[in-house]
């Protein structure tokens, strides 16, 4: 069984900074994809980030500039560089990966329990 832990979130100022990590335990073999997505109160859950095997990236419009996804392949850990933090990227963070080879099954995925990300104005 494969699981993804999320941790990291916190309070931080506008303009600050956050550091989020996701790590994937289980006997995985690799991991195609992870990603951070995130869903505010009221709102549909949104993409943030996702990151490829071979390091090919995808951003938001919204984080383009400030983010900075990356991954540690031996780890199977996922993280998220969060910089110039505005309050409107308060929200719980949710951290994703697909493609999971594990010993036993292929194509799997798997969601984190979310962190919670707030920025004060």
């Known amino acids: 069984q494969v699981q993804l832990v999320e941790s990291g979130g916190g309070l931080v100022q506008a303009g600050g900074s956050l550091r989020l990590s996701c790590a994937a335990s289980g006997t995985i073999f690799s991991i195609n994809a992870m990603g951070w997505y995130r869903q505010a109160p009221g709102k549909q859950r949104e993409l943030v980030a996702t990151?490829?095997?071979?390091?090919?990236?995808n951003y938001a419009d919204s984080v383009k500039g400030r983010f900075t996804i990356s991954r540690d392949n031996a780890k199977n850990t996922v993280y998220l560089q969060m910089n110039r933090l505005k309050p409107e990227d308060t929200s719980v963070y949710y951290c994703?990966?697909?493609?999971?080879?594990?010993?036993?099954?292929?194509?799997?995925?798997?969601w984190g329990q979310g962190t919670l990300v707030t920025v004060s104005s």
């Open positions: 990151i490829t095997s071979d390091g090919s990236t």
């Open positions: 994703e990966a697909d493609g999971i080879m594990t010993i036993e099954e292929d194509g799997l995925d798997a």
